[in-house]
C-alpha cells in the first residue's frame, strides 16, 4: 500500500485484482490501527461503502475515471452535504453542510471515494495543526512532531496511507507547509482556478483549495479534476481565458538568494537547498539570482483584517455554538469566547485594529498598495524567468508544544506566503531528509510559476522526482 499511486491503483481496479469496496476497506483498516496516535481524521464516515458501491457500478458500467474508487480525505472546512464541517472549531462543533463544496461535486461526480474530514488549524490559522480545537495531528516521521498546517490532518493522512489523495486549502502554505513536513506533494493552484464555493472563508483574497498526494503525478490528476469556473464564485477564472503566454517547458530557474540567505534559515534546509540547485543545474536549467522582499508583514496585515470580517458571521444565533447571557452582548461574549480559540480571536482583535478608524489607511491600505507593487513586480519577474525556486519551510517541523510564540510560527511562512499575495500556482515536493537526533525529518522545495502555469509545475516537479531518486526514496509511510 505504501507505493501505491492512484495511477496504479486505477490500473488495478480496471484489471478487477480487487473492487472498490475492498480498496475502501483496506484503508479504513489502516486508519483503524493508526489514526488513534495521529489524530489525522476528526471523523470516518459512515457512509464510505455506499459511496465504493456507487464507484464499482461506474467500472461495470464503463463509465469509471481514473479517480473512480480512490480513496480521499478532505479538509474539515470543505462542505460535504450531510456531513459536519467544524473548522477545527467548537463554534461549529456539530454544524452539518447543507450543500455540497465546487470541489466535491467534482470528486462525487467522478466516484471517488470520501474517507472523512482530517484535522486543522481553526479556521485554518495557523501553521501547526496545533490550533486545532480537537488536539494537535502528529507527524508520521516523528510523532513528537507537528505535522504542519494548517491542512496537517490531510497531509498526515496521506503520508500515512490513511488516504491515497487529500484536498487541504492554502491561505499562506496550508497545503504546501504541511506536504513538505509529512514529506508528501502539495499543489497551491492559481488564484480562481479553483472555486471557493464550500469552503469556509479564512482570507477570502488569498484562500485556495488545492490537493495533497504522493506524487507530482498523482496532484495534477486531481487538480485537472477539481478546477474550473463555477458561477457560484466570482473570482474563479474563465475556462476560456488564456493564461498560457510564455515557453512551453521550463528554462530558466529564478532563486532569491537575498531572502535564502538571511538569518533564521535552518543551515540543513540551506545545505539541502543548494544539492536541489545543483542537481537542477546538471540537468541543464539556468540558475538566475532574482530579488524578492520579505512579505511576512503585508501578508499578516490583510489576513488579520479579512480574518476579522469573515469571522464576524459567527455569533451561535443561527448555527454553531450558543450560550445563553442576559443580554444580545453577553450571548455574543458568551457563544464567541467560549467557541474561538486563542489563535483565532488574537486574529480577530488584531484584524479589527487594522481596520479600525486612524489605522486603517497605516496598515490595511498601504498594505493593499504594496501588494498591487508586488504583483507587477512578479509580471517582470516571470519575464524573466518560468519559475522561482525556494525552500518550503526555513525550518524543519517543531517538536508539539515547542513555539509558544505565534510570532516564531509566522515566521515559518517565509517562502510561502508571497504565492497566496500575487495568486500564483505553487508546489511542494518531497527534496530529501535532515536527521535529528536519530529521527529523519522529510523536507520539501518549492517552485512557482506564473498565473496559469500549473503544466510548468507539473513538468518540473516530475523530472526532479527523477533526478532525486534517494530524496524521494521513503517520502511517505506505510505498512
Known sequence: M??????KAHAALQKGEYTCRE???????VIKEKNKELNAYLEVYDDVLDQAKVADEKFKSGNATTLTGIPFAIKDNILFKGHIASAGSKILENYTASYDAFVIRKLKAVGAVILGRTNMDEFALGGST???????????HDTQRV?????GGSAAGVASNLALGALGSDTGGSVRQPSAFCGVVGLKPTYGKVSRSGLMASTSSFDVIGPIAKT????????????????????SIPENLELRKY??????????YDLINQEGIDPKVKDNFEKVVKNLENLGYEIKNIKLINCIALYYIINFAEVSTNLARFDGLRYGMHKDGKNLLEDYLLSKGLGFGKETRRRILLGTYVLSAGYYDAYYGKAQKARVALKKDFVKIFSEVDLILTPTSPIPPWKIGEKSDPLSVYLADLFTVIANIVGVPAISIPSGFIEEKGVKLPLGIQFMASHGREDLLFEIGKKFEEIAPKALSKPYLGL
Open 2 to 7: 505504501k507505493n501505491l499511486t492512484i495511477e
Open 23 to 29: 480498496l475502501s476497506e483496506a484503508y479504513l483498516a
Open 130 to 140: 496545533e490550533n486545532s480545537a480537537y488536539g494537535v495531528t502528529k507527524n508520521p
Open 147 to 151: 505535522s504542519g498546517g494548517t491542512s
Open 216 to 235: 507530482v503525478e498523482d496532484a495534477e490528476i486531481i487538480f485537472d479534476a477539481i478546477n474550473g469556473q463555477d458561477v457560484l464564485d466570482s473570482t
Open 247 to 256: 515557453n512551453l517547458k521550463p528554462k530558466i530557474i529564478g532563486v532569491p
